[in-house]
């Protein structure tokens, strides 16, 4: 596979200042931009924050059979010994899932909801595959937190992604609210790539994905970007969508409250962004947290 030109350099010993992204936010433009489910307003907002936040948007009924398939799951020796489930270090409960569509037709049907294709289409302007998907969960009293990071800078440096060309949706399968550790963005960081001191350890997901030590912004940038617009923490009910893109700044607290907190990830990357070979020089990470083979376009459930 031939690598790519690197407009993003990051995980080395000195590496440059923030700097603005090389590509734009919203790719489709003229009538496809406009003929999408998105309308203006919501496209605006998108362009403008990073992400946008839809309360309600699959009724609690629709989603409520995804967490009681993930308790079963938590139940059974032949999951929980899968190398792509990660289990909360302080009490053993999963703390994350990948591949969830590859582990069950539930969620591979829901990865081709016609609504969520649709607005992914309209917001990479092409054709879209799963780059990742996954369930992240946090046990009530004590489900750790995630430190503030850019998923593309994780996706870029060690799975070879080359351009900010992917969305998250990410879908609540519980409550979430300001005390169960929902998670938090700051508003317009995705106009900036941060990049992140420090070489990447072969392997480095096998730990980065309990606790990540390498790839986290420094303080002294987030404090810059969180200046402008503060931050915003989303909370709803169960079945609440959050759309975000690639490059956002995200992070999410420890839950010390009684209430779980568990959310869906589908990660849509275009097919004109397929992976080259990892930019911070590492071998290419798992199947499970990087698709390199299933690329073909997603058919949705309408066809």
Known sequence: MLQRTDFYPTRDDFVPDLFPRQEPVIHSTGVARERGPLDREQLDRFERDGFLWMEGFFPELAVSPFLEELRHMATRNDITDLEQVVMDKERQEIRSIFAMHE?????????????????????????????????????????NGFDWHSDFETWHSEDGMPAMRAVSASIMLTENNAFNGP????????????????????????????????????????????GSDGIQAP?????????????TLHASNRNMSPWPRANLFFVYNSVENRLAQPFAGTRPRPWYLAERENTRPLIDRRS
């Open 235 to 247: 909370t709803g009910p169960a079945g609440s969508l959050l759309l975000f893109e690639c490059n």
């Open 103 to 143: 582990l069950s037709d539930a969620f591979d049907r829901m990865t081709r909801d016609p609504r969520l294709l649709d607005m992914v289409r309209q917001l990479l302007g092409s054709e879209v595959y799963i780059h990742q998907s996954r369930i992240n969960s946090k046990a009530g009293f004590c489900g």
């Open 183 to 226: 998670v938090m963005l700051i508003p317009g960081s995705h106009q900036q790539f941060v990049p992140c001191v420090g070489r990447t350890p072969d392997e480095n997901w096998a730990s980065s994905l309990k606790h990540q030590q390498v790839g986290l912004p420094s303080r002294a940038d987030i404090e810059k970007l969180a």
